[in-house]
């Protein structure tokens, strides 16, 4: 990946790197129209707004970095389970991409909010009064919106890690793998090679509700047609009846569920007698599982996720430093801290105004391209994959620019 500014425009030659992970570190930045499993790990824990069981003690703050730019970093590094080793692994992966980035000018202000929206504002009111000009996190979606009642009195931009658009908006910003960017990213490329009638079988869940809307709305856009649409909970059998005897009118089949779930489901609708041969299957990178590509019902089938490529070299460098491999959502860390660092060194004193964060041609980080619009969400650049029993397998890479 080419070591270029962030924006439109000739090489800074003061960013030249040196080695693998120097290039790494700065590709975050493109000048040229430019930052699954992944989804899976991140909704289970922002989905539920606070971790709040059997908590550890709450970790004292932490400074890294010796540059005159201060950024606050909040995730809940005492949480319980599975929250406080994502947290743990997403502080040694920003750590690291202030490493290999080339002379930062930052200062991390690194702040323990134990999974709460209480722990949360404290960080981020220690942070502010400590000279932050940005704050990255936090994690939960409950944490965000108290956080920034905080930031957003004082100006101060926050880039969260949430996926809940709900909490986006008004100098807050998702750097996170959002489920729209799957849906729009699958049903755009089943447009285009020719799929025009689709049928839906989702969670009737958070998740669910929002890929629900995505996917209709995507396939209105493309001019397709909805021709079967159900809702499962806990019992499932009516809408895999309904779906099944639907599909007839269908070319294609829409499935968003985790890897244990979406299986379940193909079983399910197989046994109903749905022929899941004869149309296309379709998902988003909550398919990035052994579980799925082990199934003979979801071989063949598409999902859309980023490119492994960059997830796969990240992660032999954080083992190699660390030990222990990272988890999915280490990379949002690593592009955050990237991120800021290069807009430290080019932007001047609009480093981190609006019109910088959400500028259109975006940045690249490890996971591809990825854009910040104007309400707070994001847009990625997305692959589209393929289920095979040996893994996923790359049949569209994703975009090297975002149209106009």
């Known amino acids: 990946m080419n070591e270029r500014t962030m924006m439109a425009g000739p090489i800074d030659p003061d960013f030249r790197q040196r080695g693998a992970t120097r290039r790494a570190a700065l590709g975050l930045i ?4 430019l930052l ?12 539920n707004g606070s971790q709040q069981a059997a908590s550890g003690p709450q970790q004292q703050p932490q400074s890294v970095g010796t540059g005159q730019v201060k950024v606050g970093l909040i995730l809940p590094l005492s949480a319980a389970g599975n929250a406080g080793v994502a947290a743990q692994s997403m502080k040694n992966a920003a750590e690291m991409a202030l490493a290999e980035f080339q002379n930062p000018n930052l200062q991390l202000l690194i702040k323990d909010d134990a999974g709460n929206a ?11 009064d400590e000279g932050a000009e940005v704050i990255l996190g936090p994690l939960f979606a409950a944490s965000v919106p108290a956080a920034a009642q905080l930031t957003r009195a004082r100006g101060v ?3 969260a890690f949430s996926t809940d658009s709900s909490v986006a908006g008004r100098g807050v910003y998702l750097l996170s793998f959002l489920p729209e960017s799957d849906v ?10 020719g799929k025009r009638s689709f049928a839906a079988l989702l ?10 809307a995505a996917f209709k709305q995507e396939v209105s856009r493309k001019g397709g047609r909805v021709v079967a649409f159900e809702k499962y909970g806990a019992d499932r059998s009516r809408a895999v009846r309904n779906v099944a005897q639907a599909l007839g009118s269908a070319d294609a089949l829409f499935l968003a569920d985790d890897g244990d779930a979406v299986v379940g489901v193909a079983e399910a609708l197989t046994a109903a007698g749905a022929n899941l041969k004869r149309v296309q299957l379709l998902g988003t990178g909550l398919w990035d599982s052994p579980r799925v590509f082990a199934s003979a019902a979801m071989q063949g089938g598409l999902y859309a996720a980023p490119d492994p490529a960059g997830f796969r070299a990240f992660s032999g460098r954080y083992s190699a430093k660390y030990g222990q491999q990272p988890v999915r959502t280490a990379t949002l860390a690593y592009d955050a801290v990237a991120l800021v660092a290069a807009l430290a060194r080019t932007q001047g004193a609009q480093k981190f105004s609006p019109e910088v964060l959400t500028n259109p041609s975006g940045f690249a980080g490890i996971d591809g391209l990825f854009r910040f619009r104007a ?5 990625r650049g997305l692959a589209v994959m393929k289920v095979a029993s040996g893994g996923g397998q790359p049949v569209a890479g994703s975009p090297k620019s975002f149209g106009a």
């Open 30 to 33: 493109l000048g040229t129209p």
């Open 36 to 47: 699954g499993a992944c989804a899976g790990v991140q909704n289970a824990l922002t989905s």
């Open 118 to 128: 209480q722990g949360a504002q404290q960080g981020a009111q220690q942070a502010l």
């Open 157 to 159: 931009p926050m880039i």
């Open 184 to 193: 729009t990213r699958i049903i755009d490329y089943a447009s285009g090679t």
């Open 203 to 212: 969670p009737e869940n958070a998740y669910g509700n929002v890929v629900e």
């Open 375 to 379: 309400d707070g969400t994001n847009q």
